[in-house]
């Protein structure tokens, strides 16, 4: 298990991803595996930032990558805003981009490149597990 802590600021997405896409080589997957798994952890990141950090300048996640067996499991740990993620939508993609809804789609993105997204909130910030299983 590997555990690192990055400042919550869209600066540090790029060590956010190679960070994940270096376990997920170092555990056996494919590329097309780890561009699904840097895009999730991208969108998982991004949520945090823009969402549970909002107006917070010294936020922190806490990413934490594992491989346990075949599968990777990504953790990010806040302690922003408390996040309901039953309370978001699904998008619809069936209407053109001007009348889709904002929001949801970084969601929806993850839930369809993951094989498993679990969220926890508490009184002391949220907890978000992504697996993704080897093809």
């Not at 494919?30 to 991208?42: C, F, G």
């Not at 996040?83 to 009348?99: I, M």
């Not at 907890?127 to 093809?135: H, N, W």
């Amino acid at each position: 298990m590997r555990t690192v802590t990055y400042p919550a600021k869209f600066e540090f997405l790029n060590e956010i991803r190679d960070f994940v896409a270096e376990v997920a080589r170092d555990g056996g997957f494919d590329d097309k595996e780890i561009y699904s798994v840097q895009l999730a952890a991208d969108e998982a990141a991004s949520n945090i930032i823009e969402h549970a950090y909002e107006g917070v300048a010294d936020g922190q996640i806490e990413l934490t990558c594992e491989m346990c067996g075949a599968e990777l499991i990504i953790s990010m740990q806040d302690h922003g805003k408390s996040f309901d993620s039953k309370k978001v939508k699904k998008p619809n993609l069936k209407v053109g981009l001007s009348e889709r809804q904002i929001g949801g789609l970084g969601i929806y993105l993850m839930r369809k490149l993951m094989d498993e997204v679990k969220y926890r909130s508490s009184g002391t910030g949220n907890l978000l597990t992504m697996i993704k299983r080897k093809g």
